[in-house]
């Protein structure tokens, strides 16, 4: 339910009348409510959203609005601009847009497509992996742990979620990407075909995953703060935030480096990882890697993204240059330099993968504005059955800042 009025007031009393109508009207079809109020209403500046999935839950929303689940906000006169934002490895878990894969048709597809093109590379269907039965379940999750299971998984999702948004109407003005998130970027903005975007993406994973076993270790610090720290066999991997910095190294380096920063009071906590992604244990991968991404089509950007590797827009040269691919899995993640430059109050950042990492992230920006909307795609947590609901939610967040929804 979408509702909007001049002011604040009106507002209120726009909700509160709609309440007694849906009492009054038993026999009015929610669903038709709904739709006039998305399509056949004038827009007003102030704006409210519900989601709701019955009538007496839409009218306790309208008389007693819940904070949590009803959204307010002010809609500018020009409408606002969206970034999308692809998270990496780490975010993922089994049944991961299960809810949206059961009911909606394209998102559904574009899985069912990328399991196809997948099979021949990974040896398995993704399918069976993301959505197994109750009996496959325990298998399947320790499947999705492996790193040539984990970053094609996370592409398919990722890249289903940003193509349904597309198909509601919310084309990205900007996009950035964490580590194997940049793929999805690079596949969007047509450097890379679907297909070959697919086959790079569990090429590469299955030539990380061939690499002797690592770590890494998220750090509650600065990137200067973490470099004066750094011991032989540590290397920086990610700058995701100001106060956040991830190394990565071998078991032993970095167990002795998480007890030394324990020492000293530094906060820091083992990620789930099996590997020490972009270090220089990474280095023999390199050039295999690169000759791998000189066999495909490679074209300048339509669409630009923000490179993790430099923090920038993406530049033609680097975005054909096979080395630069290469570079990007062996060299540090600039997360924290990238997302600075999509702090904006007219720039909405929507997360296009499981999870909150990356809005968490953007959240604790040296630069944020408190007034700027940063949302998800899916529910943060594995509640499933909610995952639909969220994304209306975010829908209906968006609409409420005038971004145009193609209802």
Known sequence: LLLSARDAEGLARAARNLGTYLEEHPAADLADVAYTLQAGRKRFAHRRSIVCRSRDDAIALLTNPDPKRVHEATGDAAPARVAFLFPGQGSQFVDMGKRVYETEPLFRETIDACARVLEPEIGVDLRTILY??????????????????????????????????????????????HSIGEYVAACLGGTFAFEDALVLVARRAALMQAMPAGAMLAVRASAEAVTAELAPNVSIAALNSPTLTVVSGDEAAIAAFAARLDAKGIANRKLHTSHAYHSPMMEPVVEPFAAAVAKVPRNVPEKRWISSLTGAPITDEEAVDPRYWARQLREPVQFAKGVGGLVDAHLALVEMGPGQAL?????????????????????????????????????????????????
């Open 132 to 177: 197994p039965g109750d009996a496959d379940r325990e298998a399947a999750t320790a499947k999705l742990t492996q790193t040539r299971i984990t970053q094609p998984a996370l592409f398919a999702i990722e890249y289903a979620l940003a193509k349904l948004w597309i198909s509601w109407g919310v084309e990205p003005d900007a996009m950035i990407g």
């Open 359 to 407: 809005a968490t992230l953007a959240r604790q920006n040296e630069k944020r504005i408190a007034t700027q909307l940063i949302t998800t795609s899916l529910h943060p947590g594995q509640d499933f059955a909610a995952d639909l609901d969220h994304m209306l939610v975010a829908a209906g967040q968006l609409w409420a800042r005038n971004v145009a929804i193609d209802w």
